[in-house]
């Protein structure tokens, strides 16, 4: 019997050894995904604020400049703004890490999170549809290319694109993330009627 009892013993230490395991791990890959949103986000409002060119065409100067478009404009200003709401979900996530905090508080992480995803995703597209008809422009309705003549341009606009990609695939593993540990950890505490 004795021998029974230390098996019983024995098993919930390894579960909780295994649980904070996998709280220490949700908690470096949060940290992680949120650094790497600050950097795609940073990068690519940078990458698209000296985005500007200028080229010479038959005398006639040409000038290409994310503010010329409100869809640049706006993907410009939602990289921005994710940026800054990424470093608060950061803090947020510090201070969430304490011994004694309520894991119901994951609930205003998901929101900004999700917030986050739908503005920068939002921009994303919208940048995207123009700069694919400045890329390959619209014959049927007379929208000719630009990115022969400003490639310079052109490609700087499409690294932005693709790292604000980057960062809406990082938030969109974040809220996933985030929306489980919620509900994993919530749950007990519904139950428990807290």
Known sequence: MPKHNNMTSSFPISSTQNSKKTSTF?????????????????????????????????GIVMDARYTYSSSFRFTMVADSLVCGL???????????????????????????????????????????????????????????????????FCDKILVSIVSSFLAVICLLVLTLMTAHKLKSDVHPYLEAGI
């Open 86 to 152: 990424s470093l608060l979900s950061v803090i947020h996530l510090l201070s969430l890490n304490r011994p004694k905090s309520n894991p119901k508080n994951y609930f205003y992480l998901l929101l900004q999170d999700l917030v986050s995803l739908l503005l920068l995703l939002s921009g994303c597209s919208a940048a995207m549809a123009i700069g694919y008809v400045g890329r390959f422009g619209q014959p049927q309705t007379g929208w000719i290319a630009i990115c022969d003549r400003v490639p310079k």
């Open 26 to 58: 949700f908690y470096f890959s949060q940290l992680s995904l949120r650094i790497l949103v600050i950097g795609f986000t940073l990068a690519a409002a940078i990458t698209m604020t000296t985005s500007n060119q200028s080229v010479t065409f038959f």
